[in-house]
């Protein structure tokens, strides 16, 4: 199983970006994904997360709601974060996490699964 992340960059104070990640390999199917952060000396946070289950629910950290907006397309086992309204404080490495339920042999296990970081700055 890999997650692949794409998106990221550098943006002016204000402006808006659109992170992207896709789960795939041997997924039966999805529990839950979400972006974390992380600057340097601090640890890694959640930024938002989305369950799966009937009617689904997002959740998001305090400094980020209104601002971002986390989707997740359970049968394509995509994530995607669009973030609005930047701050300087956003700026940070994002990761891409899955909460994945995957087949080995007969058996169906569930498994935390982390994307390689994405780097956001936010710098005018």
């Known amino acids: 199983v890999q997650l692949q992340a794409s998106g990221g960059g550098l943006v002016q104070p204000g402006g808006s970006l659109r992170l992207s990640c896709a789960a795939s390999?041997?997924?039966?199917?999805?529990?839950?994904m979400a972006w974390y952060r992380q600057t340097p000396g601090k640890q890694r946070e959640l930024v938002a997360n989305?369950?799966?289950?009937?009617?689904?629910?997002?959740n998001y950290a305090d400094s980020v709601k209104g601002r971002f907006t986390i989707s997740v397309d359970f049968h394509k086992r995509t994530v995607v974060l669009q973030m609005n309204s930047l701050r300087p404080e956003d700026t940070a490495v994002y990761y891409c996490?899955?909460?994945?339920?995957?087949?080995?042999?007969?058996?169906?296990?569930?498994?935390?699964?982390w994307g390689q970081g994405t780097l956001v700055t936010v710098s005018s």
């Open positions: 996490n899955a909460d994945l339920k995957v087949a080995t042999g007969d058996l169906l296990n569930d498994y935390i699964y």
């Open positions: 390999g041997n997924i039966f199917s999805v529990n839950a």
């Open positions: 989305f369950v799966s289950g009937i009617g689904g629910s997002a």
